[in-house]
T-cell receptor, first 110, second 113 residues
Framework: QKEVEQNSGPLSVPEGAIASLNCTYS??????FFWYRQYSGKSPELIMS????GDKEDGRFTAQLNKASQYVSLLIRDSQPSDSATYLC??????????FGDGTTLTVKP | KAGVTQTPRYLIKTRGQQVTLSCSPI?????VSWYQQTPGQGLQFLFE???????NKGNFPGRFSGRQFSNSRSEMNVSTLELGDSALYLC????????????FGPGTRLTVT
């Protein structure tokens, strides 16, 4: 079992729809959770961080964390073609070591 | 505020050689982490430095090493290069590390022939 698993892609949604990206992790001691967006040929860009259970909203992005179920998700509302990218889930355990998922590639079709 | 910078951006080396990559973190950030990204393995954690000390280490052979200077700049060294070391090497800086938000540099694309 991978330490951080993301829903297999690619994921395709029409423009204006909600894109839902999911991530599960195995280390119950994990305390910090992040979502990065990576465009092809570019480095990852931090878009959301979440540390406690519940929802965190930032513009069109909402991160959701459920530590009991060991999952974190990212919702993108009103998806735009510019949101087409690979989304990486990152988890940091108590020891401070970062583990990334393999990423989910999102395509938003006009 | 200037972002994370990495030099060089591109590098071509021959198997058996060694290479040194450099990373300058965001001003005020004291933690620098290094990652290797390949299509097959994804983003893999190499090590993290905080205040000139290696605080965390991933599962990479001893050929991969790093250091951090008093100004928080960091270097990563790979000795005895192998073809499989061809990858994008990313540096990320954080205020404190250990769970804080990390910001990535543009990366160094290393090709080993």
């Amino acid at each position: 079992q991978k330490e951080v698993e993301q829903n297999s892609g690619p994921l395709s949604v029409p423009e204006g729809a909600i894109a839902s990206l999911n991530c599960t992790y195995s280390d119950r001691g994990s305390q910090s959770f992040f979502w990065y967006r990576q465009y092809s040929g570019k480095s990852p860009e931090l878009i959301m961080s979440i540390y406690s259970n519940g929802d965190k909203e930032d513009g069109r992005f909402t991160a959701q964390l459920n530590k009991a179920s060991q999952y974190v998700s990212l919702l993108i509302r009103d998806s735009q073609p510019s949101d087409s990218a690979t989304y990486l889930c990152a988890v940091i355990a108590n020891a401070g070591k970062s583990t990334f998922g393999d990423g989910t590639t999102l395509t938003v079709k006009p | 505020k200037a972002g994370v910078t990495q030099t060089p951006r591109y590098l071509i080396k021959t198997r058996g050689q060694q290479v040194t990559l450099s990373c300058s973190p965001i001003s005020g950030h004291r933690s620098v982490s290094w990652y290797q990204q390949t299509p097959g393995q994804g983003l893999q954690f190499l090590f993290e430095y905080f205040s000139e000390t290696q605080r965390n280490k991933g599962n990479f052979p001893g050929r991969f090493s790093g250091r951090q200077f008093s100004n928080s700049r960091s270097e990563m060294n790979v000795s005895t290069l192998e073809l499989g070391d061809s990858a994008l090497y990313l540096c990320a800086s954080s205020k404190q590390g250990g769970g804080y938000e990390q910001y990535f540099g543009p990366g160094t694309r290393l090709t080993v022939t």
